[in-house]
């Protein structure tokens, strides 16, 4: 069994197939991205509380967690385009 939840895809219904892609990646890294930026910085300022003592070092850690946020936005977003070129180029 696989224990990590798959994510619902960016709907693409109405959209012409020659703007599928831009769709994609403004919808992935503009929504998605704010949302898992948003949630990687909360999750790394929790953890630099509890972990450091230092002002700089919080920081160190809560842009850590902002940059995983981001990486796991790009990662989700660009899963998506391949499925849908992958999904083009067998029709």
Do not use: C, H
């Not at 503009?30 to 630099?48: D, K, P």
């Not at 509380?49 to 230092?54: D, E, K, N, P, T």
């Amino acid at each position: 069994m696989d224990s990590i939840p798959k994510m619902d895809p960016i709907p693409l219904n109405n959209v012409p197939s020659d703007k599928k892609v831009n769709t994609l990646l403004q919808k992935g890294l503009m929504e998605r991205g704010a949302l898992y930026v948003g949630a990687g910085l909360t999750v790394g300022a929790l953890a630099s509380v509890v972990l450091s003592r230092g002002a700089t070092t919080r920081k160190v850690v809560t842009a850590f967690g902002g940059g995983i946020g981001l990486g796991s936005a790009w990662t989700r977003t660009s899963i998506d385009i391949e499925e849908i070129l992958g999904s083009d180029e067998s029709n």
